[in-house]
Nanobody, 121 residues
Framework: QVQLVESGGGLVQAGGSLRLSCAAS????????MGWFRQAPGKEREFVAIIAWSGAHTYGADSVKGRFTISRDNAKNTVFLQMNSLKPEDTAVYYC??????????????WGQGTQVTVSS
């Protein structure tokens, strides 16, 4: 069993930065592919970024490439999302997810409770 707790959200002006953290409980954190999703009001949840269990491979959605960076520290059971050059359209609740081999709908095993990110123009 893995529990995920996000933190680091808040209100920031456009062009600013935030760093989200996702702390995981359980001793098998390093076995999971980790990632971030977000959901804006009235919209479906969308993929943001993914990182392999080793941290060697990452991938981000086109909308965040060059601005967001995902990383993980398996020794601290934590995954991060560094968000730079934030835009108002990045406003959403951001969720951390843990999956087996991928972050497809059927492979995601755990979700965090979400953290609100609001970017003002």
């Amino acid at each position: 069993q893995v529990q995920l707790v996000e933190s680091g959200g808040g209100l920031v002006q456009a062009g600013g930065s935030l760093r989200l953290s996702c702390a995981a409980s359980g001793r098998t954190f390093s076995n999971y592919v980790m990632g971030w999703f977000r959901q804006a009001p009235g919209k479906e949840r969308e993929f943001v970024a993914i990182i392999a269990w080793s941290g060697a491979h990452t991938y981000g959605a086109d909308s965040v490439k060059g601005r967001f960076t995902i990383s993980r520290d398996n020794a601290k059971n934590t995954v991060f999302l560094q968000m730079n050059s934030l835009k108002p359209e990045d406003t959403a609740v951001y969720y951390c997810a843990a999956g087996i081999e991928s972050l497809s709908a059927r492979n995601i095993k755990y979700w965090g409770q979400g953290t609100q990110v609001t970017v003002s123009s």
